[in-house]
Nanobody
Framework: VQVEESGGGLVQEGESFGVSCTVS??????????MGWFRQALGKPREGVAC????????DYLDSVEGRFTISRDNAKNIVRLQMNNLTVADTAMYYC???????????????????WGRGIQVTVSS
């Protein structure tokens, strides 16, 4: 299984930015997996940012990004995206994409739900 993030980089505070993730080799096919985005800032534990069900409905978000971030997926292209708006310095982190062999997202976007992970991509927000 390959999970590969792309689109990381440097952005100014208040601006918008998007990252993508492509997945291949899943046993049951991309459309049968819930997908999530996590992040880890320097010196802090990894936290769940967003999760989307296999059907693309009812996404779940970390409270601090609710209303600013949008997770979406294209099951035909095996892609999941995270659009980030009104970024702040606090959003600076390594962002990870992950796949879960479930149809829905567990409450509070739990790492334990996900069994396939990308290597991560850096997003840096400057003031």
């Amino acid at each position: 299984v390959q999970v590969e993030e792309s689109g990381g980089g440097l952005v100014q505070e208040g601006e918008s930015f998007g990252v993508s993730c492509t997945v291949s080799g899943l046993r049951f096919g991309f459309g049968d997996y819930a997908m999530g985005w996590f992040r880890q800032a320097l010196g802090k534990p990894r936290e769940g940012v967003a999760c989307i069900r296999k059907d693309g409905e009812w996404p779940d978000y970390l409270d601090s990004v609710e209303g600013r971030f949008t997770i979406s997926r294209d099951n035909a292209k095996n892609i999941v995206r995270l659009q980030m708006n009104n970024l702040t310095v606090a959003d600076t982190a390594m962002y990870y994409c992950a796949a879960a062999p479930t149809s829905w997202c567990y409450r509070d976007i739990q790492e334990s739900q996900f069994n396939h992970w990308g290597r991560g991509i850096q997003v840096t927000v400057s003031s």
